[in-house]
């Protein structure tokens, strides 16, 4: 395809689509003319007041927009059914005339037979007026002369044949009521075309006239009727049989809610009043229809065709009288149908079902944050009842203390270790009575150390049905802003089996400990003997040498002062030998780093507290809890601890100085030091040997190497502290160990800058 081809056919395509579009978007209602604004007079029959004036004046201003202003429309109305016709007449020329002088109609409307009339013999009225009659009997007004070109008709012709026709169809009935009047030319008129249209099928019909009978009558009649059958027709009632008048919709409004038979009728304005609708005519539509003829004709066109019919029914008669919608004429229009409930309803449905969707999901997530918290509540009776028999397996048992209840909750595992179930109350107090005697005071000592902040983790012994068990002990404590206790978190653990191995070890241990003293005691003496016993020997041999030389008249002191000379090295060399021991028994490999004495100290006594339960002894603590760290090696710093408390167990082995007690005891100085000591009941010690404890080899012990003391005050000193002894004022010993404390930048990381220890 070429490209000239090809763009004609786009072209073409373009034209049929703007064409399809032209075709299916309906013209406007009422092509607008801006040329001249018309001056239209309606004239009617009838009333002004009835629905089908409201529905035909509706039709009108859609086509013309009169009530915008586009054209100028005036309404006059006879009132024929409801007055005198002849009086009217009598008067009404004259009222327009005089009415409307001055106003140059371009049009007047005549509307009904009677106005028709009126009009027709009342030529000289509106003469320049172009006059369109729209009336039933049309064809009747012109038959004695022909409209001039100024006259044109719109024949409403009533069509009550179609209309009886559908009735046929859906009622079948045998027999019909036709409800009218005859009082006025349009109401004879209404019923003789009726009669005409009785044909075909109809003209089967039973047909019984209720005419100018009261509405009472008509009423009663229709009351008494069978459905079966048997139907009515309302014609229209502007008045009933003795002359009261009224409109038709109200006369057959009360009619139908009586009748015991469906009322049928011809127009579209009594829809609502119970009718059942029909073949009926549309006063809208005539309304439009005029409307648009009166433009036509302004503009020298001929008039448009006329189509006022429409098949209408009640939704709330078709129900009540059960008339299957589906027997409807196609295209029917249903009045007062239901507006389905999701049209009708559809904001308030669609906010219940938003409120819906959001209570269930609101309830979906309750529902799930219940089951999550029922699931939580479970899983956290499943992990309390896993760790309540993960502590039992342990051996173990849980406690918190809550300081401002004053109680304690205990974990199942605690019965297992103290005997006391968990449920049942323990009060401090009772705790304590389960507390070994000799623990006892070593217990409270520790808690209440613990209630101020100092770590709490200590071994001690209960009496739970008359056996003796060791408990571990491990407590945490939290404190509030103020430093007030809240709670003590802690853990107990029966450890007697650890206890019993480490008792039998520790047995073992001192038995190898006595078998090893003995070998390095053999092996040092062996060394020293090897050692010493040279310059030992230089030093007697050259002591007899000066001697001997004394002993001679004239000595030749020269050599005197060599053999003392030799003395003083012999001498040397000893200690060097002495001191070469000293440095062999030392650890030389140190750690440096911020030591915390508390923990020293328990670490300490954990190692000696077997020792100590095995010799009756108890040790008491009495740490500070705000004690600054030291700088050192903190395994070194625990020997000397060690050695400290088992020489305090050595110095109590003694039936006299019983109990023994030994109390540990740290205290920070505001000097810059920290210190350490350990008090016991012991022996003491006395003025003689006072000064002696540190050398290296004193001992007071039989089976004593004498060098604990002084290994303690080297690695003391490498420290930069001191150690000292003391006798206490009324029995026992102190030692003390004066450590500097850490200054804080080797605390926060700068060890380059911070001591060393010497070694
Ligand atoms: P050892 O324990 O082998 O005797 P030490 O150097 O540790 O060696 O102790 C030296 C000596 O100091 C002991 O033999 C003892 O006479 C004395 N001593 C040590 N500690 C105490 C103490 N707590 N109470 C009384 N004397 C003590």
Known sequence: ????????????????????????????????????????????????????????????????????????????????????????????????????????????????????????????????????????????????????????????????????????????????????????????????????????EASKLEVEYLVDQTLEQVATKLEGLSRKDTVAFYLLMFSDGEGTSMTPYTVVNQLASRSAVPIYSYYDSLMGSGIVGGYVLSFEKIGFNLGQTILSLSEGKSMSAFSPMRHVYDWNAIQRWKIAESKLPEGAIILNHPPDIFAQYRWHILAGVTLIIVLSSLSLFLFKALSRSKYAEAALSRREANLNSALQVARNGGFIFDNSKDSVTRSEGTKEVFGVPAESKLSYRAFLQIVHPDDREYMDAMWQAALKGVPFDIEYRVIVDEKTKWIRSRVEVEFDSKGLLIVAKGIVQDVSERKKSEEEAARLRRDLAHVTRVATIGELGHNIAHEVNQPLAAIAANAEAVMRLLKETEPDLEEVREALGDIVSDQKRASEVVQRIRTLVKKDRSVHAPVDLNSVAQDAIRVVQGDAAARDARILLNLDAGLPQVWGDKVQLQQVVINLLVNALDAMDCEATKPYRITVKTVGESAGGATLSVSDTGVGIDAGTAGRLFEPFFTTKSRGMGLGLSISRSIVEAHGGTIRAAANDDRGATFCLDLPIVAPECVDGHPTSCPRIRS
């Open 1 to 200: 395809m070429n490209n000239k081809s090809h763009s004609r056919k786009l072209l073409m395509a373009l034209l049929f689509i703007l064409g399809a579009l032209s075709a299916i978007v309906p013209p406007p209602a009422f092509a607008r003319t801006e040329s001249k604004k018309l001056n239209i007079l309606f004239v009617s029959s009838f009333t002004k007041n009835i629905p089908a004036q409201a529905f035909f004046e509706s039709g009108l201003d859609e086509a013309l927009g009169f009530n915008e202003g586009r054209h100028n429309l005036f309404f006059e109305f006879m009132d024929s059914p409801r007055l005198s016709e002849e009086k009217v007449k009598g008067i009404f020329a004259k009222y327009l005339e005089e009415k409307y002088q001055g106003v140059e109609f371009d049009f007047v409307v005549v509307w009904g037979t009677i106005a028709s009339n009126f009009l027709s013999s009342n030529n000289s009225l509106f003469a320049n007026a172009h006059r369109v009659y729209v009336e039933p009997a049309g064809a009747e007004l012109f038959k004695g002369r022909k409209p001039s070109e100024k006259e044109s008709i719109i024949g409403l012709e009533n069509d009550y044949q179609t209309a009886l026709q559908e009735v046929l169809m859906l009622e079948h009935p045998k027999k019909i009521y036709a409800i009218g009047t005859a009082t006025d030319s349009e109401a004879q008129n209404r019923l003789r075309l009726f009669k005409n249209s009785l044909t075909g």
